[in-house]
């Protein structure tokens, strides 16, 4: 729209009305190359309107479903797009985890609190369950309709009951008579065998029964949980299911024989559930003296949480139906129906089938940057120039590599790292426990409280403190997601600080299905920095001066609006101004706020925000210099990086933290510069080559959809994460 000669009045009125949308478009448009656009007049419009803002859940949904359209992409492998299917799953099940029971919780407490969207939780609630439920019939019919099949033109089935025969029906009665009814127990329904207590997402059953039992009970109900040592899904052997892959599901076989498990009794039916618990951990950390020891009871009642979601085959009958629902305390519109076995996530179990590699992505090797392929000694390479890597395509190994040799060397006299998701058994907790054997003062910052990594954390701190490392757990209050690691070496009679600071965990498998950024450093002020936030997370004092590194809760968020507001007075004074900033949420007010008057002023804005986005781009006269994209593709985008024009002196930061309120005001984040020209250029280049995605890239619109780019005309394709992988892993690449 042109607003060229508007007044203010006439300007805010012509803005399109927005509403978080329930009802989803996924339109493939075409990737057109816009110049910026001229300046707009400056619109005094009160930037605290709820209508400015998308909710935050809702837009944690939209990624979900950006993540389940890629099911149906049939430029990816077969067993991938599977793969994106159950993602999606996996995802579903974490969303009612933690955040619609956290929206359930505010109302069951009368708490409800709304947030800058102005939408009130039992109004969240309600868009959200319209929304799930249509994405999740989606999702089956996708499977169903598109996948199976497909899966079955190359030998890949599974092969339902009705199509089984007389040889598999003898194995799977062999089966279950082996390896399923021993360890199974199903439970009979009456006064003195209440409904059980079912743990969270496991796999059960409700059975109508008729007749009458050994000790004339005729309740007419029994429940079988499903043991979850038992595996979801069986391959039939080749002898017995013919040439190809063929797979049983277990629920299949529970239903076959669910007559055995009741002797004597007819089975009228036999349907499968699923149960989704709030899992938040609750800890009061204010009165708690020993986070561990808290931690570990949580951990047990996470299993047994407040009902949130009922999952059940869509065949149950309503009379079922209602009373799972009462026994639950759920409404209908937390009851889901579905076309297929409740447990999707198990398939994950088949999405890397050895005798299919064509139907997967091509393998790579991460590379390892000249300068370091022969190093003998990375520390010597390190003192010269700082190492910047970016994961999957860069490896992982020359971090590893790093903390090992100073595990051994006689020079190192400390290390001091910390730990958010690495898990207990890896390659880099075993260079923490061999230097700590070695003599090394080993110090570990372990963050208890990563959410779902409670239980593998509470075993690393073990597994170091056995090892004679002193761990620390943190600030409380605070959780600790920075990644930093501190080694320090007595070079001729001096004691040299070497860093690694990053934006994704210390973790290698994450590190090849992750995009993030490693900066291995011997610079003199970035090691002090490290150093001192090191002494503020391990013992006590005031705020401590940093000269280059930006942490939170202290410098962060104020450094961000600061570098923001540069920008917006640029901007006002008819200067040539430009933000970047790739993260993967962005919910702050503060820094949404700061980014809208930014848009007002004529500051371009290019947002890549992989998830949760609570801005609303292209409103006229408010946000129409900002743009929001999402790339979704074969690797997780996982980096933060924030680029400001500055004038002129470009200024790039690679960071731990989103722009989220509980990152930038509730966590210890790190926030490093890159510095040197070199530097500068090579990683401005990588992020606007994600600017100029037009194969895997979804714009955000206005009113809260996410439309995908395609190219057209004469366009090439271009892929952000494809141009990164056959850049990197070249088989030779210069030094950098």
């Not at 003192?383 to 903390?403: A, G």
């Not at 722009?659 to 606007?688: A, H, Q, S, Y």
Request: with cysteine; proline share 5%.
């Amino acid at each position: 729209m042109n607003t060229e000669g508007l007044s203010n009045s006439e300007v805010q009125d012509a803005q399109p009305v927005v509403e978080d949308v329930v009802a989803v478009e996924v339109p493939v448009v075409e990737a057109v190359v816009v110049a910026a656009p001229p300046p707009a007049p400056v619109v005094i419009a009160n930037l605290d309107d709820s209508s400015l803002y998308i909710h935050r859940e809702l837009s944690q949904l939209q990624f979900n479903i950006r993540v389940l359209e890629q099911a149906l992409d049939e430029s990816y492998p077969l067993l991938e797009r599977l793969k994106f299917l159950l993602i999606f799953s996996s995802n579903l099940d974490e969303f009612f985890e933690i955040r619609v029971a956290g929206l359930k919780k505010q109302i069951n407490f009368a708490r409800e609190q709304a947030g800058a969207d102005g939408l009130q939780p039992h109004q969240a609630l309600a868009r959200i369950a319209e929304l799930v439920h249509e994405q999740v019939d989606r999702q089956y019919a996708i499977l169903n309709d598109n996948l199976l099949p497909a899966l079955a033109k190359h030998n890949v089935n599974f092969v339902r009951r009705r199509f089984w025969t007389t040889k598999i029906k003898a194995w799977v009665r062999r089966y279950f008579r082996d390896e399923i009814a021993p360890i199974i127990t199903p439970i009979g329904l009456d006064p003195t065998h209440p409904f059980p207590l079912l743990v969270n997402k496991s796999l059960n059953f409700i059975v109508e029964l008729e007749g009458v039992d050994a000790f004339g009970r005729d309740s007419g109900l029994a429940i079988i949980p499903a043991p979850r040592l038992l595996p979801r899904i069986i391959k039939v052997p080749e002898d017995v299911g013919g040439p190809g892959d063929n797979f049983v599901f277990l629920s299949s076989m529970i239903h076959a024989h669910a007559d055995d498990l009741f002797q004597g009794m007819k089975v009228k039916g036999c349907y499968q559930f699923r149960l989704t618990r709030n899992a938040d951990l609750s800890v009061d950390t204010e009165d708690v003296e020993d986070l561990a020891r808290a931690l570990r009871g949580e951990l047990f009642s996470r299993r047994y949480g407040d009902a949130v979601r009922l999952e059940v085959v869509d065949s149950c009958p309503q009379p079922l139906l209602d009373y799972l629902l009462k026994q639950f305390s759920l409404t209908e519109a937390e009851l889901y129906r579905v076309n297929g076995p409740v447990n999707l996530t198990r398939l994950f179990s088949i999405t890397g089938l050895e005798s299919h590699p064509e139907l997967q992505y091509t393998p790579f090797t991460p590379v390892i940057p000249k300068l370091l392929q022969n190093a003998e000694n990375i520390f010597s390479v390190i003192s010269k120039q700082d190492i910047l890597l970016l994961h999957p395509f860069e490896s992982f190994t020359p971090v590893v590599d790093l903390l090992r040799q100073a595990a051994k060397d006689p020079h190192v006299l400390a290390i001091k790292q910390t730990l958010y998701r690495s898990g207990a058994n890896s390659e880099i907790v075993d260079a923490l426990v061999e230097a700590a054997r070695n003599g090394k003062e080993v110090t570990a910052v372990i963050e208890l409280r990563a959410r779902f990594d409670e239980e593998s954390n509470l075993l690393l701190a073990s597994r170091l403190q056995a090892a004679g490392a002193v761990v620390i757990y943190g600030v409380v209050g605070f959780k600790t997601h920075a990644k930093m690691m501190l080694i320090l070496r007595r070079e001729a009679g001096d004691i040299v600080r070497y860093a690694h600071l990053g934006t994704g965990n210390y973790h290698a498998g994450n590190a090849k299905l992750y995009t993030d950024y490693s900066l291995l450093t011997a610079d003199v002020a970035l090691g002090e920095d490290v150093s001192k936030l090191f002494s503020q997370l391990i013992g006590m004092g005031k705020t401590l001066r940093m000269k280059k590194l930006l942490h939170a809760p202290f410098t962060l968020k104020k450094t961000l609006l600061d570098m923001i507001a540069r920008e917006t007075a640029l901007a006002a004074d008819g200067q040539p101004a430009h933000i970047i900033a790739k993260f993967n949420s962005l919910t702050d007010p503060k820094i949404i706020r700061a980014l809208y008057k930014a848009s007002q002023t004529g500051v371009k804005i290019d947002l890549v925000v992989r998830g949760m986005c609570c801005l609303r781009p292209g409103i006229v006269g408010v946000s129409h210099n900002i743009q929001v994209r999402s790339i979704i593709g074969r690797f997780l985008e996982h980096t933060r990086v924030f680029y400001f024009s500055n004038g002129g002196e470009e200024k790039i930061y690679l960071s731990s933290a989103d722009w989220m309120e509980r990152n930038l005001d509730k966590r210890v984040e790190t926030c490093f510069p890159v510095e040197g020209k070199k530097l500068i250029l090579r990683v401005k280049k990588e992020l606007e080559s994600y600017l100029t995605d037009n194969t895997q890239a979804w714009v955000l619109q206005p009113d809260g959809r996410y439309l995908r780019l395609q190219p057209t005309g004469n366009q090439n394709p271009r892929s952000a994460q494809a141009t990164l992988l056959e850049k990197l892993t070249a088989p030779l690449i210069s030094a950098r």
